[in-house]
């Protein structure tokens, strides 16, 4: 089946730095991906779509300039968390819709951030 | 929007044991798909489901969708350790291709 990781699967960084989170579609070209956020022992929430080479869709009360999303190639999406916050540490899990299967979205391993 | 709601929330049941998991929609559905997610980890793909009454069966796991495309259940049989995980409903909301995810449900698997 289709294969979507994530780079790195967790990271630590410090308040006020900046993050970015990789999703790869490995075995198939997605124009569309998806960033998700999951607290803990709660659900996925959507974040934003990631279009390949468009501005990306974000939900609603998720802030655009806080949350840089870019979809360089058909295989490569990438979430920027700038300036983070202990509150935006999360599970962060990203999605890559597979036009040629009927399974809809591939979720990545996700990634863990902590920020101190 | 769409809402989806799984109940139970958390589940212990004992190896060997049949189990339900419920998720019901407060829209119509047109497509419903059932994940299974280890704490920490990725979800995996478990069945998809489109047809009002439509039934799908891998292994020990059955999904079911209602006739009227407002509920699915989930039906575990003769539960192992291997079934433990967090099982969530994601709804296909008719835009872009967006999921909804449920509530989730927490399964623990005794010996």
């Known amino acids: 089946g289709a294969v979507v990781s994530q780079h790195p699967s967790w990271v630590i960084c410090k308040s006020g730095t900046s993050v970015k989170i990789e999703c790869r579609s490995l075995?198939?070209?997605?124009?569309?991906m998806f960033w998700y956020r999951q607290f803990p022992k709660q659900s996925l929430m959507l974040m934003a779509t990631?279009?390949?080479?468009?501005?990306?869709?974000?939900e609603q009360g998720v802030e655009k300039d806080k949350f840089l999303i870019n979809h360089a190639s058909l295989t490569l999406s990438t979430l920027t968390v700038t300036s983070a916050h202990p509150e935006d540490s999360s599970f962060y899990i990203c999605?890559?819709?597979?036009?040629?299967?009927?399974?809809?979205?591939?979720f990545g391993p996700g990634t863990r951030l902590t920020v101190t | 929007s769409q809402e989806l709601e799984q109940s139970p929330q958390s589940l212990i049941v004992q190896e060997g044991k049949n189990l339900t998991i419920n998720c019901t929609s407060s829209?119509?559905?047109?497509?419903l798909y059932w994940y299974k997610q280890k704490y920490g980890e990725g979800l995996i793909f478990l069945m998809m489901?489109?047809?009002?009454?439509e039934e799908k069966s891998h292994e020990k796991i059955t999904a079911k969708l209602d006739e009227k495309k407002q509920q699915s259940s989930l039906h575990i049989t003769a539960s192992q350790p291997s079934h433990a995980g967090i099982y969530l409903c994601?709804?296909?909301?008719?835009?872009?291709?967006?999921?909804?995810f449920g509530t989730g449900t927490r399964l623990q698997v005794t010996l």
């Open positions: 489901l489109q047809k009002g009454g």
């Open positions: 990631s279009n390949e080479g468009s501005k990306a869709t974000y």
């Open positions: 994601g709804a296909d909301t008719g835009t872009a291709s967006k999921l909804t």
């Open positions: 999605s890559a819709r597979d036009p040629a299967s009927e399974f809809g979205q591939y």
């Open positions: 075995d198939f070209q997605a124009t569309t």
């Open positions: 829209k119509t559905l047109y497509g």
